[in-house]
């Protein structure tokens, strides 16, 4: 009995072995992501058809993804987040959420502007003014504070000061001017709010197109999505408004950006940084970009997108990714004192 009791047992640290070996050939990769785009499926089928590597995706909010990522704690399956926005990434940032990454590729691809030492940005979108062209002349809106001025009382629809997008356009305000002039430039908007912030960049472009308001603030691929739609209404409101890109006489247009970073707890660890570097490739740059209509990071890729395209070239703000995003916190503060809601 003994000697086949050992051979059972050899055969049993053999395919022991062997289920182990073949786990890290082929691996897997525990994704948690707040975007969720169409094109975005090509993406992870073509990582994991050149790499052998499964991906697992958990697709949710991103205030449920951070929270869930916090509760479980060290025992997270999760190895990367993917999401929108600096504000965002900073908040799943100073919580903690994320290890250091060290990869000569990622420093190689990805502009030095563009990453921080906890995550990267793989592209990135432009926060414009909108406006329509019956109801405000575009001299009276070249820039974020002309926005602000008296004489466009009753004309600005914007979305809530609470929002991702605004805290980070507020953070850039903060970064180049000062909380001072950030606090009162915010008193300005909502001076000139044509009603109380609601909905979304597209609900504020459709009010401004409607002529409920006469300018706003919105996200570019917000605009480009209704340039594309099939949807004859959305593209009567396109034919109403213009985009004028801000601030091109001083510090540029504020840019933010889609990113994902590296999980502290990450148990499959080369397979993230893997597939970071995958993102950071001239294929998953188009993608990843497409998916949203918003630009690569990686200079020269070349994206299939007329219509972005067509939105033409601007001066962007140069502002670091992770000093802008850490100035989200006091931009929330001074836009709670200027009582935008
Ligand atoms: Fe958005």
Request: hydrophobic letters at 45%.
């Amino acid at each position: 009995m003994a000697p086949s009791v050992h051979k059972l047992a050899l055969i049993a640290v053999a395919a022991c072995l062997c289920s182990v070996s073949a786990s890290a050939q082929t691996g897997v990769l525990n994704i948690y992501s707040a975007r969720h785009y169409q094109t975005d499926e090509a993406l992870y089928a073509n990582f994991s058809q050149s790499t052998g590597i499964k991906i697992n995706r958990l697709d949710g909010k991103e205030e449920e993804l951070v929270e869930r990522i916090r509760n479980e704690g060290k025992a997270s399956p999760a190895d990367l987040l993917i999401t929108v926005d600096a504000a965002r990434l900073e908040v799943a940032d100073s919580l903690g959420l994320f290890q250091p990454v060290s990869s000569k590729l990622l420093d190689e691809r990805i502009p030095a502007a563009l990453r921080t030492p906890t995550w990267y940005s793989f592209s990135t979108r432009a926060r414009v003014i909108v406006y329509n062209q019956a109801a405000v002349k575009r001299e009276q809106v070249q820039s974020y504070a002309d926005l602000a001025m008296p004489a466009l009382k009753g004309q600005v629809c914007m979305r809530s000061g609470s929002h991702p997008y605004n805290l980070s356009l507020g953070a850039a305000v903060i970064s180049h001017e000062g909380e001072a002039k950030a606090e009162a430039w915010a008193r300005g908007l909502v001076a000139n709010f044509a009603r109380a912030p609601k909905g979304g960049d597209t609900d504020q472009i459709k009010a401004v197109a409607a002529g409920e308001c006469g300018v706003t603030i919105s996200n570019t691929y917000y605009l480009v999505r209704m340039m594309r739609s099939s949807r004859p209404e959305d593209l009567r409101a396109m034919k109403a408004v213009s985009v004028v890109w801000p601030n091109q006489s001083s510090w540029g247009t504020h840019i933010n950006v889609s990113g994902a970073g590296l999980l502290k707890h990450a148990p499959n660890r080369d397979a993230a940084i893997r597939f970071l570097e995958y993102l950071a490739s001239d294929q998953a740059q188009a993608y990843f970009a497409e998916g949203n209509n918003e630009w690569p990071v990686v200079k020269g890729i070349v994206q299939a997108n007329p219509t972005l395209a067509a939105l033409g070239s601007f001066k962007p703000d140069q502002l670091p990714i992770g000093e802008l995003a850490k100035a989200t916190v006091l931009a929330q503060k001074a836009f709670d004192r200027a009582g935008w809601k």
